[in-house]
């Protein structure tokens, strides 16, 4: 026997199913794929991330029950769009708490937000493309005065070698004894007297207006520039972190006192708003050595000509040209540090022949290697004489962070030809003057 087929649907079952809306699959942007269904539009996107938005029901009765591979008419693609929330990523809002909670400046096209421990800095030589590609990017003055990077380590007024080193914010206590330590071994006169005329530069992250504060704190006798987009940092591959690290030879102070301090300093800065203004609290930095192609080019510091320099350049700090005449502020505007003439020569193409990148908030390249690389007679002495002094500055002595080979060498050399030549002169003129008796 046959069995009957069974009864087709009645007719409240075909309304209640026919009610029922069908899921439909539209084309979104970039590739996703927009599911309506009655609870709203599920979106893929094409990186697998999976958004869902509230869809009102004019929208889903809106949507055609076509086939997934049917495209939406764009009327219907713009109604949707206008009617979805737009959600943030998560990424986003936790940047956003991260800056609120540090105080920077969230600008992280320039570095990532922070390193979990000490960090893993290189100290490769920055390339010809990267020093011509940053050389006019801009720095400011104690005045907001603008200059050009490359005004910094070459130019008419400006000596053939130059250290840039590039401190944390304006408040850090460890920069700024780093500093006072660095200008009691290393002196302007010091390095005015090397067989390469050499001097030494230092940019910071902060505002400009803090400059004044910062030299007054750290006891620099050297020229402070301010870079606040940290950019030339990013270009020259200086890192942001918050690691401690070692103690190093040059902190004297505990980071109890010298955070301490530094909190001082910036609500002084209150009155002038610029207490929250000292920069980035995560940038490190380093210290960059440029130096001319070759040691012959164009001449060297002519020894017989340094006591006049020597005297010429204490004179203008007096306002007064080594001949007496008056010295007006505007005639050192494409020097160094805006007052001082320091020489003679041209600008010259320059190369960075050796640099170090902090890897921690205290990783600044210790003294006795600065006095190595630049070209200085010795050591230098620990802070103190306790023990712990004098074993941090014995691994001082032992240790080198940075990489590259300086014109150190060279200079010896042309020191010790030199010594040997005035030697000779003496000599000559102690027998003309006998024979002349």
């Known amino acids: 026997m046959t069995e009957a087929a069974p009864p087709p649907p009645t007719t409240a079952a075909a309304s209640i199913a026919a009610s029922q809306p069908t899921p439909t699959t539209t084309a979104g942007e970039n590739g996703a794929h927009n599911v309506v269904s009655e609870k709203g539009t599920i979106t893929g996107a094409p990186d697998g991330n999976v958004e869902t938005t509230t869809v009102p029901p004019s929208a889903i009765a809106a949507a055609p029950t076509a086939p997934s591979t049917t495209t939406p008419a764009p009327t219907q693609i713009a109604t949707q769009k206008a009617d979805q929330p737009t959600q943030q990523p998560a990424e986003t809002n936790n940047k956003s708490t991260a800056s609120s909670l540090t105080g920077t400046d969230n600008n992280d096209s320039v570095n990532p937000l922070d390193f979990q421990g000490s960090v893993d800095s290189n100290h490769d030589l920055p390339s010809e493309e990267t020093l011509k590609r940053i050389e006019n990017y801009v720095v400011l003055d104690r005045d907001g005065k603008s200059h050009p990077f490359k005004s910094l380590y070459t130019g008419k007024h400006v000596a053939r070698r130059v250290l840039i080193i590039f401190v944390r914010h304006f408040y850090c206590g460890n920069c700024q004894q780093y500093l ?31 400059i004044d504060m910062y030299a007054s704190e750290s006891g620099c006798p050297f020229p402070i520039y301010a870079d606040p987009t940290r950019k030339l940092y990013d270009e020259l591959g200086m890192i942001r972190t918050l690691a401690l690290g070692d103690r190093p030879a040059y902190i004297k102070k505990s980071i109890i006192k010298s955070s301490f301090e530094s909190v001082v300093q910036g609500l002084k800065q209150v009155p002038k708003g610029l207490a929250a203004k000292g920069g980035d609290a995560r ?155």
């Open 180 to 210: 006072r330590v660095l200008t009691q071994h290393i002196t302007p006169e010091s390095l005015l007297r090397l067989p390469i005329s050499t001097f030494i530069a230092v940019i910071g992250c902060g505002d400009p207006g803090l």
């Open 283 to 437: 940038q490190i930095g380093g210290e960059f050595l440029f130096e001319p192609l070759s040691v012959q080019s164009p001449i060297t510091t002519p020894w017989a000509e340094l006591d006049r320099n020597l005297a010429d350049i204490g004179a203008t700090l007096d306002g007064v040209g080594a001949n007496g005449e008056e010295r007006s502020s505007s005639s050192g505007e494409n020097s160094l540090d805006g007052k001082v003439d320091q020489g003679v020569f041209g600008g010259e193409e320059k190369q960075v022949t050796w640099c170090h990148r902090m890897k921690n908030t205290r990783d600044h390249a210790e003294i006795p290697e600065l006095m190595e690389v630049l070209g200085l007679d010795g050591n230098g002495m620990p802070l103190t004489n306790t023990e712990k002094d004098r074993k941090r500055w014995e691994r001082a002595l032992e240790s080198r962070k940075g990489t590259g080979l300086s014109m150190a060498s060279q200079m010896s050399a042309l020191k010790m030809a030199s010594s040997g030549a005035s030697s000779v002169r003496s000599v000559k003129e102690g027998v003309v003057g006998t024979g002349g008796a």
